[in-house]
């Protein structure tokens, strides 16, 4: 790569000072979360700088460590979960509206997007106020609720993107071929949009697994991953939290790239 | 298998084998005594079939996406909740009043709206120059890689994101020692707890939200426009406000609405990072829930009067900064 090939006449200097711009944002991106990995290696009771002695220790504590274990199944299950039936009705939603005559089809895709623009606050507390009132009341199930809910709306658009590029012709086909229109869909359809579902699943899960706002609202004894993160945040700074942390966002990061890549190389075909 | 063939439903009744020799579960499906049944009722009843199809979606959309925020809507007028079971609650618009009234109440709203605003100038101050460098600056296959490059911290839970933020910004933290260490200053800076960190922070959460919009504007914007703009004498300044800053006006309106509604009702970075003069309003939310029941109603009507008074404000912005329909090309 030699250089810029679309370099606008007469621009060449702002090249530097741009790209010195563009690095500089790089590092306020990513230098933070390095600070939690360095402080994750730090061979000291309390977190702060300087690091003068290096240690693994923290990560052995953590996975013998109960709760964070306990918190991390517990977050695990409801990130499957609710991405499972985030799936079923953003995928049921996507169908519905991918037709283009549908009766007030704009006032339907307003109501699927919703969580996409209601504060995460705002929507758990609306949640919090219904789950009391209707008895479902708080705990697992309500977070998953609240976390497939918020899930339903990318997914749709996902599965909308993509469906919209299938041709026509091939569900019809099979219609002639015999299955009817559930077989034709799981079939047919199914496998054309595996790649907007698997990208849409993994981002559900990742955003299942990083939410605060909702789980803080509607957990009731069992705290989620970022629940039992945030509470240790109070109860002192050990870099027992920022192995835990480590560990966390080197998982999320990773599972983010593949997903990203993964999506980008299947929509590029 | 010849039980399939009655009805509406066209022969044959069997789908080609898959590749690999064995029969697709869907296939075995179809099969199904019952599922035959049941399809075969479907089939017959357009009305079913359109109920399943237009049913579901609609009843999920409705029940937790609409009935939540009714609820709400509904408890913040009550006196009361739970309500007494004699005589039933009452209805009040004393919980809105108190916005209007209560020092507590109304300070930390104004605040919260004046911020939100200030974040989205300086997010498009941060971001218009890095996004106008991966848009034009950079060959077309790098553009992606170096805008994901950027957005790996947003798939970070924001609670760790947070306490990334207190690392860096704490009296021990990484920019106070390295001040100390360079021999700026002899003992720490208060960064933590103030303007500066709530700041700070909430940028560091919502910037992506302004860098992806502005990005997807200024990569539209074809050179020849730029070139044309150059060849005809416009200065780089002349050039940046009377062509790139007018074609991405659409950008620029997504970017404000979105940081707006998420700078609005953000709670993490408040709560761990904000000081007693710099609470935001969603804190004045949460607090409501946690006092008792009592408070509910209150925590209700200040969560639909953030929301309703985000949205208005969200609108005006899109209003106003959004290229009006008719000049669109």
Redesign the interface.
């Given at each position: 790569m030699s250089g810029p090939l679309n370099r606008a006449p007469g621009q060449a200097g702002a090249v530097s000072w741009l790209g010195a711009l563009y690095v500089a944002f790089v590092l306020y991106m990513l230098l933070p979360l390095t600070m939690v990995v360095l402080m994750s290696f730090k061979d000291h009771k309390f977190m702060g700088f300087p690091v003068t002695r290096w240690t693994t220790q923290w990560y052995v504590d953590a996975i013998h460590d109960q709760e964070f274990l306990n918190a991390l199944a517990y977050s695990l299950m409801i990130a499957v979960i609710a991405t499972a039936i985030g799936l079923v009705f953003g995928l049921w939603s996507a169908v519905l509206l991918s037709r283009r005559k549908l009766f007030m089809r704009g006032v339907l895709f307003a109501l699927v997007c919703m969580p996409l623009v209601v504060p995460g606050i705002v929507s758990a507390i609306a949640l919090r106020i219904f789950v009391e009132s209707t008895g479902i009341g708080t705990g697992a199930v309500a977070i998953i609720i609240a976390h497939a809910a918020h899930s339903v709306p990318f997914i749709a658009l996902m599965a909308m993107t993509r469906l919209s590029s299938m041709p026509p012709n091939l569900l019809e086909s099979a219609r002639d071929l015999g299955a009817d229109p559930f077989v034709a869909f799981i079939r047919v359809a199914l496998p054309y949009l595996m790649p907007a579902l698997i990208g849409g699943a993994i981002f559900s899960m990742l955003s299942s697994f990083d939410d605060f706002i909702r789980a803080f609202f509607l957990a009731s004894f069992s705290p989620t991953l970022p629940i039992l993160i945030f509470s240790r945040l109070f109860t002192g700074l050990s870099p027992s939290l920022a192995a835990i942390s480590t560990m966390v966002l080197v998982v999320t990061i990773v599972i983010g790239i593949f997903a990203e890549r993964f999506v980008r190389s299947k929509n590029a075909r | 298998m010849t039980d399939m063939k009655s009805d509406g439903?066209?022969?044959?009744?069997?789908?080609?084998p898959t590749g690999r020799g064995r029969r697709?579960w869907?296939?075995a499906?179809?099969q199904n005594a019952v599922y035959a049944a049941l399809?075969r009722v479907v089939?017959a009843h357009p009305r079913v079939?359109a109920m399943l199809?237009?049913g579901?979606?609609?009843l999920?959309?409705?029940v937790?996406?609409?009935?939540?925020?009714i609820?709400?809507l509904r408890?913040s007028f009550l006196d009361e909740y739970p309500a007494r079971i004699t005589q039933g609650p009452g209805v009040t618009i004393e919980h809105y009043l108190s916005l209007f009234t209560e020092l507590a109440a109304y300070r930390p709203f104004l605040r919260t709206m004046g911020f939100a605003l200030a974040v989205v100038l300086v997010n498009f101050i941060?971001a218009l120059?890095?996004a106008?460098?991966?848009a034009?600056?950079?060959?077309?296959n790098?553009q992606?890689r170096?805008l994901?490059?950027?957005t790996?911290?947003s798939?970070?839970?924001?609670?760790?994101?947070a306490?990334?933020?207190?690392?860096?910004l704490?009296s021990?933290?990484?920019i106070?020692?390295t001040l100390q260490?360079s021999g700026v200053t002899s003992k720490p800076i208060q960064f933590l707890y103030n303007w500066f960190a709530v700041g700070g922070g909430t940028i560091?959460v919502t910037v992506l939200f302004m860098l992806v919009p502005l990005y997807a504007a200024i990569e539209k914007i074809p050179?020849q426009v730029?070139?044309a703009a150059?060849?005809l004498g416009a200065s780089?300044l002349q050039r940046f406000f009377r062509v790139t800053l007018p074609l991405i006006r659409d950008g620029i309106a997504t970017g404000a609405v979105l940081v707006f509604?998420?700078s609005?009702?953000?709670?993490?970075v408040p709560v761990?990072l904000s000081g007693p003069d710099t609470n935001l309003f969603?804190q004045v939310?949460?607090a409501q829930?946690y006092e008792s029941n009592l408070a509910?109603p209150r925590?209700?009507a200040y969560?639909v009067a953030?929301?309703a008074t985000?949205?208005l404000i969200a609108a005006l912005l899109n209003y106003l900064i959004r290229p009006k329909r008719k000049f669109r090309s």
């Open positions: - | 439903v066209a022969a044959p009744a069997t789908m080609p697709h869907a296939a499906l179809q399809s089939l079939a199809v237009v579901i979606p609609v999920w959309v409705v937790w996406n609409v009935l939540p925020l609820g709400m408890i941060v120059p890095i106008y460098f991966l034009k600056r950079v060959p077309r790098w992606i170096l994901i490059l950027v790996v911290p798939w970070v839970s924001e609670v760790i994101r306490f990334s933020q207190i690392l860096l704490a021990n933290g990484a106070n020692i260490w560091y050179n730029l070139e150059s060849d780089k509604l998420v609005t009702g953000i709670y993490t761990l969603a939310i949460a829930f509910w925590g209700a969560s953030m929301f985000a949205l």
